[in-house]
Each structure stands twice: as C-alpha cells, then as structure tokens.
C-alpha cells in the first residue's frame, strides 16, 4: 500500500500540512525539532490508532490552538489500484475516524486499513530493553492485522486491573476473601491464553523470517532463535490455559501479599538467542541492532503475508545510527516494494541513499516543502 497524499493540521507544530508523495522513497530532511517525527507520529497513530510516543492525546493537538481538533487525511493506494481516503480528527475527549468520508464506530474497523511498521532509535533498543518493549512489538503488530486480537488483548489488560485492585484491597484489608478473585481469575485465564496463543502462532512465524533475515544481514554467520518465553512453567502434558489456572491458584497468596498479578501474558517475553547465547546478556551492541534490524524487517514481511501487502515503512531517524553495511542491506530490502518514509538531519546521508525512485522534502518550523 501506498500513501499518495497526506493532509496534517493542528497536530503538534504541523498545521495545513499538504503534501504529494512518491510512490517508493521519500526522504525527509529537517533540523533538530522541525517536526520530522511529528509527521511520522501522525501517520503512525492514523495505522494503528496510537502513538508511540505518548498515551495522551492532549499533546498531540497544537498547543497554541487547543480549542480546534487535529486532523490526519490520507489517500491511500493499495493493490489493483483501489483508492482509499482515510481520516482521523483528534479532540481531547473524542476520536472520529472516517473511511471515504464515513464515520467508522469503533477503531478495530479502522485499524488495519493503513498498515504501518515504524522504525525508530528506540527500536534499536528492543533487545537489550525491557520485556514490554518486546511485547508491544508483537502486540502492535499483530492488532494491525487481526482487530478481534486488539480487542481481546485490551480486555485481558482491563480485567488485569481490577484484577489487582482486588489484590491490593485484599493485601490491605479493605475486602475479605470471597469469591470474587475466582472470577477474575477465571476471566484473566480465558482471554489470557488466547492472547498467549495468538502470540505463540505469530512468533512461529516471526522466527523463521528473522532466522532468514539475521543471516542475510550477516553473511551467513550468525544465527538468530526468537522464542516466546511464558512467565509461568507448562508441564508436558498440560495446556497453556492449565497451566496459567494452575499457576495462579498456586501463587495467590504471595499475590495478595505483593498486591499484583504475579504472572500472565503481562509477563510474558521474547527470548533472543545468537549461536545459541542469549543476544540480551552476551550480544555485542552491534549484534543487538542487527537482531532489532532482522525483527523489524521480519515485521513487514510478516504484515505482508498476513494482509497481502507491504506495509508502510517509517524510518525515523534510524539511517545515522546504522552503519553503512547495514544501511546498504535495509535499502536493497526496500528496494521498490515497501514505500518508505525517511527522516533525517544529514543531508550527506540522505544523498547516499541508494534507490530508484526517491523523492526529497524539506521541513521547517513545522512547514514542509518538496526538494532541498
Ligand atoms: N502539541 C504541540 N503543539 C505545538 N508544537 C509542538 C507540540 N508538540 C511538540 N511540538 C513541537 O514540535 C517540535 C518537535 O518536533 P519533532 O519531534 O518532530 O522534531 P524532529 O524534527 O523529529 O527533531 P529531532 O531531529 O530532534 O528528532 C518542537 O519544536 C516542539 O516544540
């Protein structure tokens, strides 16, 4: 798929933002602060109905014009030349998003219309970050592509709340024990273990793609296990959904002792291996970077195969922080197949980028404009 057209107003420092863009690389050039990652973060959240930098929505509206809504449009090609318009206005309090100028009620409908992966220099981190890192970059993935995933998941994350709200009322004495940690414990292992088993089906996947990936990008010499790692044991005769039950049953004491759900999809992690050692603990940082590299790239490949079509690549900033061998492989995945859109501050960088087709804007104080 393919973005054509863009329209951003009122969102962070962009207002009446218009622009055309090529069908494969466009490279945005811009000094520190100009808004090159805000027009990211709009196309972003526009895919997948988030940002990925920030869960408030009031720092998404331009601060000098808080009273007026931000709005995101695109017009959107995808395969056999089936356009699309596609569009968001953000309130405070309210999102209304419209396909072909008609309002879509619910986001799981919105969501998957614009794929996106988004590759920032906080990705680079995915490995030696936290497990939630992890474990949103299968999430994020996997809502595109699957809304009745999204849903379940953000179920699972409520019950999981009033989950250990219970536990902490229990830890501090405000409630005795009834019955009530049963049914939430039962609801927390039905929809736990389908999110664990969406998220098993997904690495299955995943891991052969970066197994694949990792090798090109390192002539062959490394190779790359990617594992889903439970956070709680599974006996070989058991299920997971069992095995969850069980697990928590055994431990609610030192959950109400702790006043937390001690474990559950919430815990859950991928475990990265090089040549058989943990890439976490004893991959160098370059090895790290190639792992998040091979994991991102096994993301589109991944979104293709789900959807039928390349998702929309936004690469924020990530070209400085990759060295030229690396930035040489990215680009020849890229190729014509993925339309991409690139940030950067170096001019020099932008000009080395090696593709057929690309296109180059420039962005100031928030304004953008085509060639340099
Ligand atoms: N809600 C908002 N309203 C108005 N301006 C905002 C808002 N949020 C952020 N900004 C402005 O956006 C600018 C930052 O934009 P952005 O993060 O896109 O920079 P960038 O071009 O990616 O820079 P860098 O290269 O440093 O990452 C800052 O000048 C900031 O003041």
Redesign the pocket.
């Given at each position: 798929m393919r973005i054509t057209r863009l329209f951003v107003d009122n969102f962070?420092?962009l207002s009446s933002v218009l622009v055309d863009f090529n069908k494969d690389i466009n490279i945005i050039l811009?000094?520190?602060?100009?808004?090159?990652?805000?027009?990211l973060e709009a196309i972003y959240y526009l895919g997948t109905g988030r940002s990925h930098r920030t869960s408030r929505v009031k720092?998404?509206?331009?601060?000098?014009s808080e009273e007026n809504p931000a709005v995101v449009q695109v017009k959107l090609k995808r395969s056999e030349n089936i356009e699309d318009k596609l569009s968001l206005r953000l309130e405070a309090e309210e999102r209304v998003y419209k396909i072909n100028d008609d309002e879509v009620e619910r986001l799981e409908h919105f969501t998957g219309k614009l794929n996106v992966v988004l590759f920032s220099p906080e990705d680079l981190k995915l490995v030696k970050g936290s497990p939630s890192q992890r474990r949103d970059f299968i999430d994020v993935e996997v809502s595109q592509v699957n809304s009745s995933y999204y849903r379940r998941l953000k179920r699972y994350e409520k019950i999981l709340r009033q989950r250990n709200d219970l536990l902490k009322d229990l830890r501090a004495g405000r409630r005795e024990k009834d019955e009530l940690i049963t049914v939430f414990t039962e609801q927390l292992v039905e929809l736990g273990s389908e999110v664990v088993a969406k998220r098993q089906e997904v690495v299955e996947k995943l891991k052969i793609l970066a197994r694949l990936h990792q090798r090109k990008l390192t002539d062959n010499e490394e190779n790359l296990r990617v594992n889903y790692e439970l956070s709680f044991p599974v006996d070989d005769d058991e299920s997971v959904k069992d095995a969850f039950k069980r697990e928590l049953n055994e431990k609610i004491n030192k959950e109400i002792e702790r006043g937390y759900t001690l474990c559950g999809p919430h815990r859950d992690d991928l475990k990265l291996e090089l040549n058989g050692e943990d890439v976490r603990k004893y991959g160098s940082q370059g090895q790290q970077r190639t792992v998040a590299l091979a994991l991102k790239l096994s993301e589109l490949e991944f979104m293709k195969s789900e959807s039928g079509e390349y998702p929309v690549l936004l690469l924020d900033?990530v070209f400085s922080e990759l060295d030229s061998r690396r930035r040489e492989l990215l680009m020849e995945f890229i190729g014509s197949r993925v339309q991409t859109f690139l940030?950067t501050?170096d001019r020099v960088l932008a000009e080395e980028v090696t593709a057929d087709e690309k296109h180059f804007y420039k962005?100031e104080q928030?304004v953008i404009s085509q060639g340099w």
């Open positions: 962070r420092n811009g000094a520190n602060g100009q808004g090159k990652t805000n027009l720092e998404l509206i331009n601060k000098e900033d940030t501050t962005i928030g």
